[in-house]
């Protein structure tokens, strides 16, 4: 299929992308790596007139640390996650977790700036983005500001990010030493979506949960913070009997939406059991 007749405009600055924004407002998009939204355009869910694309803007890839942070650039995409020694090292699981995402060929243009400012439910760098406690930097005409990924996803397709602004940059937490970490993703197929997903982040001392940090894929209109998952482990020991009430509480929090991928009551029992192995993956890695 063809997507409908837009012009298209490749500024080199996220200066010159921000001027374009406020000149062309809500007839513009943001073109990152294209493996959403051509195909919306394509099956004409969106119908921009006109495209800024953000992939001739230099400082908006790569990566690098700054203050005990890892900074990603918007641009990165999966495959440089999944190559990049610094996220390997810092951020294992966002390199662990890229390699699940689709196939080669979108994992060579797809980006962590897309993956979220696309707000789907579906994707998984939202959920990521939580469990690893990461903050966004978003650019507007009156400078930046950073949202947690916490607080970014507001519903299907909703998120935080204003018509005027740019998500520049993810700002991640360098995990402590002895931070396990794990994405448990169900998909159908090599290069799907995930049916359910869970991704843990976990300190243990002295044999009990010190830090942990449960979020969720495709299991209710946006990423999900399992809260209640959380507080089954913090503090205690992890043995069956914890695991398995955190992987209860999840169960209650999700609210998933039936598809080809299976029906309510399907998902909301994967979603314990993804909950259940990563908790266990995770804490095989803690040191
Ligand atoms: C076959 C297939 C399988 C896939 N499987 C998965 C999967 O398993 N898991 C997964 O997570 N994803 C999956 N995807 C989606 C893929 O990861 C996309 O690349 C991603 O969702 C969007 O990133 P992009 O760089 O392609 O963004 P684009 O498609 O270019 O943009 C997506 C949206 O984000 C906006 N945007 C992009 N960058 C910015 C920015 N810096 N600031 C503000 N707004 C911006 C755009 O305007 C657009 O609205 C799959 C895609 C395909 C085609």
């Known amino acids: 299929m063809i997507p409908p007749a837009f012009d298209y405009h490749a500024p080199r600055s996220v200066g010159e992308a921000l001027s374009l924004l406020g000149s062309l407002g809500g007839d513009a998009k943001l073109l990152a790596g294209g493996h959403s939204l051509l195909p919306m355009m394509k099956l004409r869910f969106a119908q921009p007139g006109h495209l800024i694309d ?44 890229a390699k699940l995402i689709a196939d080669p060929q979108v994992r060579n243009r ?19 983005s939580i469990a690893v406690d990461a ?25 935080a990010l204003a018509d005027d602004e740019i998500l520049v940059s993810i700002r991640v937490p360098a995990f402590a030493a002895g931070t396990g970490w794990a994405y448990e993703k169900l998909k159908r197929k090599t290069g799907d979506w995930a049916t359910a997903a869970a991704a843990v982040v976990l300190r ?32 205690q020991p992890l043995n069956d009997a914890t695991i398995r009430a955190a992987g209860a509480a999840a ?11 299976g029906d309510v009551e399907y998902k909301t029992a994967m979603a314990g059991q993804m909950v259940q192995r990563a908790i266990r993956a995770a804490a095989a890695r803690c040191a």
């Open 110 to 128: 797809g980006t962590i700036g897309g993956d979220i400012a696309h707000g789907d439910p579906a994707n998984d760098h939202p959920a990521l």
């Open 135 to 159: 903050s966004f930097v978003l650019q507007g005409p009156k400078g930046q500001r950073r949202v947690k990924a916490e607080n970014f996803f507001l519903g299907t397709y909703s998120t």
């Open 54 to 97: 953000l992939n001739r803007i230099p400082e908006l890839r790569g990566v690098c640390e700054d203050g005990g942070e890892v900074v990603i650039g918007a641009m990165t995409v999966e495959n440089e996650l999944i190559a990049n020694a610094i996220v390997r090292a810092k951020a294992p699981l966002l390199s662990d977790a």
């Open 251 to 261: 169960m209650a929090a999700v609210n998933p939406a039936a598809d080809l991928r």
């Open 204 to 235: 243990l001392d002295g044999g009990k949960v010190s830090h942990v940090r449960i979020a969720l894929t495709n299991l209710a209109p946006s990423a999900l913070r399992a809260v209640d998952a959380e507080q089954a482990l913090l503090g």
